[in-house]
T-cell receptor, first 113, second 109 residues
Framework: DVKVTQSSRYLVKRTGEKVFLECVQD?????MFWYRQDPGLGLRLIYF???????EKGDIPEGYSVSREKKERFSLILESASTNQTSMYLC????????????FGPGTRLTVT | KNEVEQSPQNLTAQEGEFITINCSYS?????LHWLQQHPGGGIVSLFM???GKKKHGRLIATINIQEKHSSLHITASHPRDSAVYIC???????????FGAGTILRVKS
């Protein structure tokens, strides 16, 4: 079974803090994704990566950056957290040969106060 | 207007009822996914459809490509079916999934 894990289930941070969200997958997937999920809006893609050290902006990259130094790990960074970044963050991964069959982590509910 | 619209947004049913969740989309697609998200849990894939109908246990998914519409049916609903059901499409042009806002289903015993 594919396992995608995220470093925290719940996180509370203050405005202006730098926040790191970590995601690890154990199935040697090439592609990894970061989404945020907000009520009424569904999942929106922040960034994705199709290889180590490669990244592409999604639909809402502003205020975020990412890092992929190893194939199994994809980090989302909030450079200076703001209250409008309070959300559920979901990581996913997929194989190159079937990029749309995405496996999701349990999510991190981030609250910025 | 979102490219993927789901209805209803919220649905409460009694155990045993037949449930239908709808998904309409406005772009040409190569496939449509139905996903399930349990409270506090991650998201799992239920179906991937490009035409016709698929069945898995008490779940049935249908798609009408000409009408740009898909439905997810749950027969003999049970409280454990309580979850958020999400429709996602693969546009013909583009390399990303586009998600609906989700339908929150609560099945009461």
């Amino acid at each position: 079974d594919v396992k995608v894990t995220q470093s925290s289930r719940y996180l509370v941070k203050r405005t202006g803090e730098k926040v790191f969200l970590e995601c690890v997958q154990d199935m040697d997937h090439e592609n990894m994704f970061w989404y945020r999920q907000d009520p009424g809006l569904g999942l929106r893609l922040i960034y994705f990566s199709y290889d180590v050290k490669m990244k592409e902006k999604g639909d809402i990259p502003e205020g975020y950056s990412v890092s992929r130094e190893k194939k199994e790990r994809f980090s989302l960074i909030l450079e200076s957290a703001s209250t409008n970044q309070t959300s559920m963050y979901l990581c996913a991964s997929s194989l190159d040969r079937n990029p749309y069959e995405q496996y999701f982590g349990p999510g991190t509910r981030l609250t910025v106060t | 207007k979102n490219e993927v619209e789901q209805s209803p947004q919220n649905l409460t049913a009694q155990e045993g009822e037949f449930i239908t969740i709808n998904c309409s989309y406005s772009v040409g697609i190569s496939a449509l996914h139905w996903l399930q998200q349990h409270p506090g849990g991650g998201i799992v894939s239920l179906f991937m459809l490009s035409s016709g109908k698929k069945k898995h246990g008490r779940l049935i998914a249908t798609i009408n490509i000409q009408e740009k519409h898909s439905s997810l049916h749950i027969t003999a609903s049970h409280p454990r079916d309580s979850a958020v059901y999400i429709c996602a499409v693969r546009p013909v042009y583009g390399n990303k999934l586009v998600f609906g806002a989700g339908t929150i289903l609560r099945v009461k015993s």
